[in-house]
């Protein structure tokens, strides 16, 4: 039989889920965008310092020193942060689709053997 108070129950429990999987996501993009924001400061601050302590060299052989350094920490700096992001998107796509994993029956018993088939001399 039909019952009202069971279908009202599991529609709240289901409304319930998507908006704490919407909010959760909200959050996760926006810890994301906060962090692209201050990766990009501070890799214009960087630059910044960098080109001003360029202005100051008085050789071509640390002009060469100060430019390999710091394209060597920029890319140091730039392999982290998007390590950092990929965890960060991985996190967040596990997080939005948790709520909706079926759950896994364990098998109880093994699975019989399939019959072998031999071949036959023709």
Excluded: C
Aim: proline share 7%; net charge negative; aromatic share 12%.
């Amino acid at each position: 039989m039909f019952n009202f108070d069971d279908t009202s129950r599991k529609s709240k429990e289901a409304m319930d889920t998507m908006l704490k999987s919407y909010s959760d996501t909200a959050k996760g993009v926006q810890a994301i965008a906060t962090e692209a924001a201050e990766f990009s400061k501070k890799s214009f601050q960087d630059a910044v310092n960098h080109f001003e302590t360029l202005s100051g060299a008085r050789s071509f052989e640390t002009v060469f020193e100060l430019q390999t350094g710091f394209i060597k920490s920029s890319y140091e700096n730039f392999i982290a942060e998007a390590t950092k992001m990929g965890e960060m998107y991985a996190d967040l796509a596990k997080g939005a689709y948790k709520p909706y994993e079926p759950p896994v029956p364990v098998p109880s018993a093994k699975p019989p053997k399939a019959a072998q088939v031999t071949p036959t001399a023709a």
